[in-house]
């Protein structure tokens, strides 16, 4: 695996969020995500996580980037640096042009656009490494919210993935949606 970029200084942002470090004072924002009973189907945060489960949460993301993983992100309103999610670009198949990327909002902050204005921010990030040409994402069909954030950030669906993945014990359909390198 090629060795990762560095950290991106400035912070990526657009809107009103801007993605950077999370911190233990994210914790508030950690404890309300793990009330959505969806996260600990898809994530290593488990529900209604108590406070030193969502700090565990909190390193083993501060941690990605130095395994190699990717670069794992707080999603903080510009304003008052208040962390409101979560954001990730995966890049274990950077050497092949790809990599994958993934949003969460905590549910007391939903529907303020955060979401879109997070994943624009994540992939403006993306383009800056220049092995990347794609970055993809899979979403439940259930979850139109998601898919509406997608297509807002400029994501295309490219088709549906049958049985794909493995979520709550059950096998699930996911949508997929990519967004290319601008020329």
């Not at 996580?49 to 309103?77: I, K, P």
């Not at 950077?94 to 969460?104: D, K, P, V």
């Not at 624009?120 to 490494?129: E, M, N, S, V």
Request: glycine share 10%; proline share 7%.
């Amino acid at each position: 695996m090629p060795s990762l970029p560095p950290w991106p200084s400035p912070a990526p942002a657009h809107g009103g969020v801007r993605l950077r470090e999370f911190t233990s004072d994210d914790l508030p924002m950690v404890l309300d995500l793990a009330t959505d009973e969806y996260v600990q189907h898809i994530g290593s945060l488990p529900a209604r996580a108590h406070a030193h489960e969502a700090l565990d949460w909190l390193e083993r993301n501060r941690g990605r980037w130095a395994e190699g993983a990717g670069f794992s992100f707080a999603v903080a309103e510009v304003a008052r640096d208040r962390a409101v999610g979560g954001a990730g670009l995966w890049l274990r198949e950077l050497a092949t042009g790809r990599a994958s990327a993934g949003y969460s909002i905590a549910p007391t902050q939903r529907g303020h656009g955060y979401a879109a204005d997070a994943l624009i921010a994540l992939t403006g990030f993306a383009w800056t490494i220049p092995e990347l040409h794609r970055v993809e994402l899979q979403i439940e069909p259930w979850n139109t919210a998601s898919v509406r954030t997608a297509e807002r950030a400029g994501y295309q669906r490219e088709g549906l993935l049958r049985s794909y993945m493995e979520i709550g014990s059950r096998r699930r359909d996911m949508l997929l949606y990519a967004a290319l390198r601008p020329d």
